[in-house]
Structure formats: C-alpha cells, structure tokens
C-alpha cells in the first residue's frame, strides 16, 4: 500500500547536499508518494533536485490526501510543519538535521531504516495538547494555536510590563516582570525551562505559567490545568508588548485582552521504538549525569 508522505524541510547548504540526496533516495526508494511543501520544492530545485513533477501544497490547500508528513530540520521546522497541518491532526514524524531537538528526533542515519519501520505500521503516535490565543483581534492569521508556548513580554525598547491573570475568572496575581510564558507539557524544555519552569512529561495535561525576570521575589512558576482559561490584561508604558506563539510573534497594543486555553485538536507526533521522552532528557540534556551511575 503506497503511503502519501507530505514533506516539509529547512535550507540546506552545498556541505549538507549530500545527507539531503541520501534521505531523497531513501524516500523515493520505498513505496511512497511524496508531496513537497512550497516552500521546501522551491529549495529542493534551487539544489538541482528533480522534483518539478513531484506534488506540492501550501497552507490552504493540498494536504486532503496525506497519511503523514515529515519535518526535516530541527525543532523549530517541525513546529512551522504543525501549522501548515492545523486541525488536520496528520500524523508528523520529526528528523533532526539540527542541534538538540526534542521534537525532532530522530538522527539522519536512521532515516532508511526508520522509513521502513513506519511503513510496516511499527510505531506509536503521541497526542500532544497545544495552546490557543483568543482576543478580539485575530493576530495569527486563522492560526492561533502552537505547540510549545505563548509568550507575552515586552519590546526591545520598553521597561517591564503589568500583566494582570486570572485563572477561569478568578484572580491569580499581577505580575511586574519582562513577560510571562504560558507553556504546554511539550513546551516545558523550552522558552519555560529558560525561564526556571519545571520539567514536565509531555502526555501531562496541564499548562505552566512562568514570569520572565519577575520584580517579586515571590512569584514562582505555577501550573494549571489545561483545562482553565486563562485571561490576561497587560499595561505598559510604552502601550505595546510582544506576544509570541511558539515562533510566530506579533507587537500589539496593550489595551487587548487576551485568552489563553487548550486548542480543540491536538499534535499527534510518530514515534518509532526506542524514541522516548525520559532517553532524550538523558541524552541530551545529561538529565540525571552522575559518576556513580
């Protein structure tokens, strides 16, 4: 049975041509059918690859026909591949041709065998609540959802910012920080572990709510359950902040409010045998080191 593979991928330089030939070998190999994002076909053939046949979509259309689709690159490639597949909830498998990656797993020696795993229907799917920005301006474009985190903090050129939260209506604290992030479990190695939030085993349902920089020196991370909603006034004096969304951000001005809470879909990530979230932190941040292990 042929397998629809949307693909969606990073620049790559002349030095790493070679790895991205062996992986387009490896693919074409196999019983797939692949369908290029836009963006990435445009890349393939600025390298010379011979993909002008080979289907491509963008956003709004050409993914009906996907099984499953994979990121290669990093992190933050598999996140822009999320977006492209929104409420669709295809299946995504992440390759890591970047640095750490915790999303994007797996190395590019594995590929081949890899592909072959996952055609023989040998591998589980992790779903992965995402976060949700509501406010009476759709900022995101019809994609206000993300994976990791949101992020709402003040610009370059503002001193910090007032931002007022309430937890499903009832007041929590008024925070006098940088910013604030408001992480899912999967964003908990990101942005919210940068700024001190705790580790948290990505299948938990919760949200983590952490000040950047706070001017109190009681205000600790928090976490909620994914189920709340949480609204945010924000005031500045310079009457704009940042908000953020996994990679996207956009400056906005401080009289909106904003609503935070768990998206109506979820990310649903392929993960092969031996691919788990405990042997990452491990391996990659020495989760655990000690000589007497």
């Not at 925070?175 to 990101?190: F, K, N």
């Not at 001017?215 to 949480?230: Q, Y």
């Not at 500045?236 to 609503?259: A, G, T, W």
């Amino acid at each position: 049975m042929s397998v629809q593979l949307a693909i969606h991928g990073k620049t790559f330089s002349a030095e790493t041509k070679p790895l991205m030939e062996k992986m387009w070998a490896d693919i074409c190999a196999k019983n797939c059918q692949p369908i290029l994002s836009d963006f990435f076909k445009n890349h393939l053939l600025e390298h010379g690859f011979s993909v002008a046949e080979v289907p491509s979509y963008s956003i709004e259309k050409g993914l009906e026909s996907a099984d499953m689709a994979w990121s290669i690159g990093g992190d933050g490639t598999l996140l822009e591949t999320l977006t492209q597949i929104g409420a669709k909830e295809i299946p995504i498998l992440g390759i890591n041709t970047g640095r750490l990656g915790f999303l994007a797993t797996l190395s590019p020696p594995e590929i081949s065998a890899a592909l072959d795993t996952v055609l023989q229907g040998n591998y589980r799917i992790e779903n992965r609540s995402l976060v949700s920005v509501e406010s009476e301006v759709d900022f995101f474009d019809g994609k206000g959802f993300g994976l990791n985190e949101v992020g709402i903090m003040k610009t370059d050129t503002s001193s910090m910012i007032t931002i007022k939260a309430f937890v499903d209506g009832n007041y929590l604290n008024s925070y006098w920080a940088d910013g604030l992030i408001v992480s899912t479990a999967t964003g908990s190695t990101g942005y919210s572990l940068a700024v001190g939030g705790p580790l948290v085993i990505p299948s938990s349902d919760i949200f983590i709510i952490a000040p950047m920089s706070p001017h109190n020196l009681n205000v600790r991370p928090l976490l909620v359950s994914s189920s709340a909603i949480l609204t945010f006034e924000v005031s500045s004096r310079s009457k704009n902040f940042l908000i953020s969304l996994d990679s996207r951000s956009k400056v906005i001005d401080s009289h909106f409010k904003i609503e935070v809470k768990k998206a109506p879909f979820s990310a649903k990530l392929i993960k092969i045998p031996g691919d788990d979230f405990l042997q990452t932190l491990r391996s990659k941040l020495n989760w655990g080191l000690d000589v007497r292990n």
